[in-house]
């Protein structure tokens, strides 16, 4: 086992537990990993199959959904591990149905990862993109259990593909197979000597597909939309997104939004409102008021509805003419396939190399991007505007998500043949 990485593993355990005393969040995972072998005692029995899935965080987890539910539904005999290791991830999806056990995952250390998998005992691990945990991944190698990576996508400033990431490619030969999103993705894996590589495509295109076969979980919303010219759509928005769309909205009196911040509080929810020139509201008021049997009449004169629950954003980007989707003002853009399959245009900023989707996307013509706040405003103003191209913005984005649909049935296929 490499010494650099288990120093290196220590002291990130060590700082965690030191920043828990200042930040609720990584308090929040701290408390969460000290609790876990005692719940998984309760829960994992002598006999039963396991197949441990592990998400980084929520992301990762609607990435990994359609292949979950799909287990689920064919392999009745099988028990679901559902493993995260970042809170906004754990605590979203701590009660999700379709998983037999919910837990954080306890810090990639010799002796935990060897607990870890001794409690368990799976007799699959599927890794969902990424998370390479070097003595998880070792251990479950050396016990010979099948071990997968799913809908992965490789760039060349990575780690393994570096003169000096012999330990970070060790990580990689500890998976039976490597399921990816893209050809680049096998030559370069190919370039460092890594096989057993298959092309597949991204599960959470066939997510995003299922999303939109469901119905609206606020029907009533639709009133807000009724009489615009557009509704802007603004999903998991961060500040530096919202110092440029909400100064663009309130110059717009016309157009009306639905805004979904990426993380939020009371006091961000009322800065939020604040900032927009005219009535906002907060979805929970909104759908509290329907449920007393409230009008939509009352809501009239709403210029924007603020998402304060999770689990909404993917089905109200039906009710959108355009996305806004935040962070690549950030560390990355989020998901743009949630907004794209509904048939809208999306627009991101700078900071979205990392996803395959966005540059198909922008040379298919439906997305757009730009480095600042001119260039943000400027699509906006166009798609505004120009309701044609607004509409061949849209199929493009649509027609993309359909054409890339298929992946998880391909990868349950090649992981349960027996139970296609």
């Known amino acids: 086992m490499n010494p650099l990485y288990n120093t290196g593993l220590q002291l990130y355990r060590l700082g965690a537990r030191i920043a828990a005393s200042r930040s609720a969040k990584v308090k929040k995972m701290v408390d969460g990993q000290s609790r876990v072998f005692d719940y998984l005692s309760q829960r994992i029995r002598p006999g039963e199959r396991w197949i441990w899935i592990h998400a980084a965080s929520l992301g990762e987890f ?182 440029i769309y909400i100064p663009w909205l309130n110059s717009h009196p016309e157009v009306k939004a639905i805004i979904a911040p990426h993380e939020f509080d009371d006091a961000r929810l009322a800065r939020l409102k604040e900032r927009v020139d ?17 009008d939509p009449a009352d809501f009239a004169d709403v210029r924007a509805v603020i998402v304060d629950c999770f689990g909404q954003l993917s089905s109200l980007y039906r009710l959108g003419d355009v996305a806004y989707i935040g962070g690549g003002f950030g560390k990355s853009i989020h998901n743009i396939n949630e907004a794209a399959v509904y048939g809208i245009p999306v627009v991101f900023g700078p900071h979205h190399t990392k996803f395959k989707e966005a540059s198909d996307l922008l040379r298919a013509g439906g997305a757009f991007s730009a480095s600042d706040a001119t260039g943000i405003t400027a699509a906006l103003d166009r798609l505004l505007a120009d309701r044609a191209a607004r509409a061949a913005a849209g199929k493009a984005a649509s027609d993309y998500i359909a054409s890339h649909i298929g992946a998880t049935a391909q990868i349950f296929n090649e992981l349960f043949p027996s139970r296609r």
């Open 62 to 243: 609607e990435q990994g959904r359609p292949l979950i539910e799909m287990i689920k539904e064919r392999d009745r005999s099988a028990k679901i591990l559902l493993t995260f290791f970042s809170p906004s991830g754990y605590e979203v999806r701590k009660d999700y149905d379709k998983a037999d056990a919910v837990c954080y995952l306890p810090f990639d250390t010799a002796s935990l990862s060897r607990r870890f998998l001794d409690t368990v005992n799976p007799s699959m691990a599927i890794f969902i993109k990424y998370e390479f945990w070097g003595n998880y991944l070792t251990e479950l190698r050396r016990r010979g259990v099948p071990t997968y990576l799913v809908s992965a996508i490789f760039r060349r400033e990575q780690s393994f593909f570096k003169w000096w990431g012999g330990w970070f490619r060790e990580m990689l030969r500890c998976f039976t197979q490597i399921y990816v999103q893209d050809q680049h993705s096998v030559e370069l894996l190919a370039s460092i000597g890594i096989k057993d590589v298959c092309i597949t495509g991204d599960t959470r295109l066939d997510r995003v597909s299922d999303v939109k076969n469901k119905p609206l979980k606020t029907p009533s919303l639709t009133a807000l939309t009724a009489d615009t010219p557009m509704t802007l759509v603004a999903g998991s928005s961060w500040e530096p997104d919202e110092d």
């Open 278 to 294: 005219g009535r906002a509201v907060l979805l929970s008021e909104w759908s509290a008021h329907m449920a007393e049997g409230g």
